[in-house]
């Protein structure tokens, strides 16, 4: 392992103030990912479309393995998100695939996962191209697939002729 390798890490902040330390890691010169999600608010008088964290009090860090610590002193961090007792890393892929998400879709959900026997599908077209994931309805033309990253679910609407159905294996 090289001593100056960096990983990604997700970080707990306060409550909504995930962009406030987007903000301040950005001033200390730090990489980060504050994944933000287009939602069209709707009010008596408006509509509008504003940004908001597609991860409720989760901020995504890429930082060298001795400086990790360092970034506790960052108003707004909590903590880090733990796995088997350790700072969970979280792999370059995993955060190239909710970019990529984000990048395709509008008002994309969060939920848990659960688990299920629903088919598995292959995305066939877009920028979600050979990707695979659960089928988890039909309406007419559309489909909905959850594609799992990060160990939640991040649903999105398909036209059902780009779905692929996987054979059991």
């Avoid at 930082?63 to 088997?84: A, D």
Wanted: with cysteine.
């Amino acid at each position: 392992m090289k001593e100056n390798t960096r990983y990604w890490y997700a970080v707990y902040t306060r409550p909504r103030w995930e962009k406030k330390v987007a903000t301040l890691l950005e001033e200390k010169g730090i990489v980060h990912y504050c994944p933000l999600n287009k939602v069209v608010k709707q009010w008596s008088d408006r509509k509008k479309t504003v940004l908001e964290p597609l991860f409720k009090s989760y901020v995504f860090v890429q930082v060298e393995e001795k400086h990790k610590w360092e970034l506790m002193n960052v108003s707004g961090i909590l903590n880090y998100v733990y796995y088997m007792g350790k700072p969970a890393r979280i792999r370059d892929s995993e955060i190239e695939t909710v970019k990529k998400f984000l990048n395709e879709f509008t008002s994309v959900q969060v939920v848990e996962s659960i688990a299920g026997k629903n088919a598995r599908v292959k995305i066939r077209q877009g920028a979600l191209m050979n990707y695979h994931g659960i089928l988890l309805e039909v309406h007419g033309k559309k489909a909905s697939v959850q594609i799992e990253s990060m160990g939640v679910q991040l649903i999105a609407v398909f036209d059902k002729h780009n779905l692929e159905v996987l054979g059991e294996k």
